[in-house]
């Protein structure tokens, strides 16, 4: 759909993070005192963050670990976009993806740690907990925080307050990260077989998750990263803590949808498998059978 193509090497991608997830192991027992997680600075590294959540989510039967499963996804779909040569500048690809992932990551270090974080990501892991949204909806309450609000100050963060200069990256990544959403939510109907209910309700007035538009984040992430971008010092931080107020909002009819969408979730709901942690491994499996992540 979005001409984003990925091949199926499940071993291979599974052995590499292994040696990576090790390695963070390691570096955690020598260093018992560590609150936070081990440094990030490269692709490899995010992914081998990405696989502990995922693990220990599913461990500890956690919905932490549906958004860590797309978001292994994505970030492997752009390591191996950078390998393939796909990107206009595949070092900066990378460090635009180490920074825009931080912000996930950090958030969610924040969040285990009650300091403070963003209302909107807030507002996501404190979805977590609750058994009555779908996985979809999960899914999109962390899209909507990363899209939102972390990409354009992501952006800007790499830009060095060139904004036209990453231009070209921050489409890419909102590229795979529609493409492989889409394809995570088409192979959710094993876990949600009632999901396409949702269909039956996607005019403009009553279905705000088929508002949800990813594209339309994205174009609202750039105006945002453009207003940022000519921002400083107190000005800046208050352009990001509106902007966070917003997405909030956001969070909260997605989580809450009313009327008839409503019960329809309900409905769907019933039927979906209530097991957190066989969820979380369909959700990663569906990952590894199609994505190969290069050394």
Known sequence: MFGVKYFCHGRLCGAITAKYVKKVITSVIKNPMTNGP??????????AQLEIII?????????????????????????????KGQF??????????????????????????????????????????????????????????????????????????RLDTVQKDFVAINTIISSLTYQVLNDIDRVSPLLSLLGLHADNQTSILIQFSIDNARDGAWCFAEELVTKQGAAYEACIAQRDQTIKKLAADLAHPKGIMRFTIWLIHLFEWKNVAKVIKVLHEVVKRKIVVLE
């Not at 081990?38 to 992914?47: A, C, K, S």
């Not at 670990?65 to 978001?71: D, E, H, K, P, V």
């Not at 460090?95 to 403070?116: G, I, M, T």
């Open 55 to 83: 693990a220990d989510s599913v461990r500890t039967e956690s919905r932490m670990g549906y958004f860590a499963a797309l978001y292994y996804k994505v970030t492997a779909g752009v390591k191996d976009g950078i390998t």
């Open 88 to 161: 206009e500048n595949g070092p900066r690809m990378a460090q635009f993806d180490v920074v825009f992932a931080k912000r996930y990551l950090d958030a969610l270090n924040a969040w285990k740690n009650n300091e403070p974080l963003s209302a909107s990501w807030r507002a996501a892991f404190e979805a977590v907990n609750s058994r009555s949204l779908l996985v979809l909806q999960h899914l999109l309450l962390g899209i909507n925080a990363h899209i939102n609000l972390d990409l354009g100050i992501a952006a800007v963060a790499v830009s060095g307050g």
């Open 38 to 47: 081990e440094p990030t600075t490269t692709i490899n590294d995010i992914l």
